[in-house]
T-cell receptor
Framework: DAEITQSPRHKITETGRQVTLACHQTWNHNNMFWYRQDLGHGLRLIHYSYGVQDTNKGEVSDGYSVSRSNTEDLPLTLESAASSQTSVYFC???????????FGQGTRLTVV | LAKTTQPISMDSYEGQEVNITCSHNNIATNDYITWYQQFPSQGPRFIIQGYKTKVTNEVASLFIPADRKSSTLSLPRVSLSDTAVYYCLVGRGNQFYFGTGTSLTVIP
């Protein structure tokens, strides 16, 4: 069955370190998204991509970057991790309308 | 970016029909209305999407009045496994807002 997987599921890192969260989908979807979820804020869009070599900033993109070198993967990089980036991160993909998206299981990131 | 307002929480007894209303006063002409369900420690799961009037699938119904400034998600005969957070989204393309959702608790 097609799926979307995130790795790692849990990570603890130190302030100032570069961190990359992986997202891999096997549906061959063009659209991929990264969100963060924090108490009291729901899910907020970080970056999104509508295809290979396409990346766009979302609502809360400062301190994050993404790259799309193939259809299946959209890694999220925190250039210099900060405590404010402690959160649960979700990756999603969709075929056509981005609102009908399939989400991964999430990555819980703690920055100490 | 159209924002939404939902009740923070709701309780319902098992077997009852549950209606969750979402307000979206500044919905744009091209915006769709979409609902997601999220269980603890899992990613959101798409439930239903509509543009106007009524949409029904095997899981839920979505009622949208003519002015489209609100919508109601209807869950028939809820069970304990329907305890989750339900999000109403309004938008099109990448422009949609998740909000904080409605935490539904189903009571035995």
């Amino acid at each position: 069955d097609a799926e979307i997987t995130q790795s790692p599921r849990h990570k603890i890192t130190e302030t100032g370190r570069q961190v990359t969260l992986a997202c891999h989908q096997t549906w061959n979807h063009n659209n991929m998204f990264w969100y963060r979820q924090d108490l009291g804020h729901g899910l907020r869009l970080i970056h999104y991509s509508y295809g290979v070599q396409d990346t766009n900033k979302g609502e809360v993109s400062d301190g994050y970057s993404v790259s799309r070198s193939n259809t299946e993967d959209l890694p999220l990089t925190l250039e210099s991790a900060a405590s404010s980036q402690t959160s649960v991160y979700f990756c999603a993909s969709s075929e056509t309308d981005p609102a009908e998206a399939f989400f991964g299981q999430g990555t819980r990131l703690t920055v100490v | 970016l159209a924002k939404t307002t939902q009740p923070i929480s709701m309780d319902s007894y098992e077997g009852q029909e549950v209606n969750i209303t979402c307000s979206h006063n500044n919905i744009a002409t091209n915006d769709y209305i979409t609902w997601y369900q999220q269980f603890p420690s899992q990613g959101p799961r798409f439930i239903i999407q509509g543009y106007k009037t009524k949409v029904t699938n095997e899981v839920a119904s979505l009622f949208i009045p003519a002015d489209r400034k609100s919508s109601t998600l209807s869950l028939p005969r809820v069970s304990l496994s329907d305890t989750a957070v339900y999000y109403c989204l309004v938008g099109r393309g990448n422009q949609f807002y998740f909000g904080t959702g409605t935490s539904l608790t189903v009571i035995p």
